[in-house]
């Protein structure tokens, strides 16, 4: 298989921890006679730097013409110290997605049992979690209307859903929900809010296109609860832009860091995959960052762009047996974890890469 891959690194540790997602993907191809080719571009506060714009065209030009991309982590401080900036990292972030028709944001839970007793919540509630996010990407607060009153004392951001949104993101939710346990769990505001009524009144009408799933409705502050005092009480779970952005970062408590969550961003073309870490800048260029959930997202490249499941396996394999021999990065090391085996970025980079050869 000839693919061509595109890695945006972005900003802060987003430069550290892709390159061991691009070279997880390049030992695969070589494992399994593939050929993999790869370009680099901009975003973020690395682009606006060079270039004064968050996505310059030629990366989106290089996106377009790509397979697949790989990305690293947007963002950095000076940003959220000054609000008043007009040109902000993020909004090439919301760009690319746009531009690309990157609809659906799909981050699977994976819970390894190794990392059990790294979580902050008990283990014996978080064993055999297993819950795969649907967020919608395109619509919602980050995308409607903004507007600040003339003394700058009234401010407002328009929730806007419209239904070929909500029907598009469904169905790809309902037919993963077929491939897993048949139960969907759609989760909104539909007692205040009227592009909740609207959500819901859609994922109802979808539904009976799947009468082997079975659906429940669920009010986001309930969600938001049960997660943390049940989180095996769901399997696929379906929800707008802003309650996923939440309820995804709760949920990486469940597998003890944000750096062992990977994400996909798929449409109906270029899959567009990245950790749910940020850009992390108190820790960048120290060797601390977690590699390991751009190599996941690596892994959901391959199973979910290129449908290569075998090779998908084998980065997870790798990545569990790495956790199964006792290593760890800071993040999710604990008073368990013998101090030789905690691992700097490189360090478990190259031990992982190890373990796919």
Known sequence: MKKHILVIPGDGIGQEVTQWGKAALDQIAKNYNHEFTFDEALMGHAAIKVTGNPLPDETLEKARKSDAILFGAIGHAMYDNDPSLK????QGLLKIRKELGLYANLRPILL???LLEASSIKAHILKGTDI????ELTGDVYFGEKKRSEDRNTASDLM?????EVERIAHKAYQAAQQRSKRLCSVDKANVLESSRLWRETVQEIAKQYPDVETEHMFIDNAAMQLIKNPKKFDVVLTANLFGDILTD?????AGSMGMLASASVGDGVGFYEPIHGSAHDIAGKNLANPLASILSAALMLEISFGLPEEAKALVNAVDQALKDGYRTGDIADQNTEASKVLGTQEMGNKVLGLIK
């Open 250 to 254: 709760e949920a990486s408590q469940i």
């Open 160 to 164: 806007i859903y419209h239904k070929y």
């Open 87 to 90: 040109v902000r990292p993020e």
């Open 132 to 135: 795969l996010f649907f967020r």
């Open 112 to 114: 390894f049992d190794e």
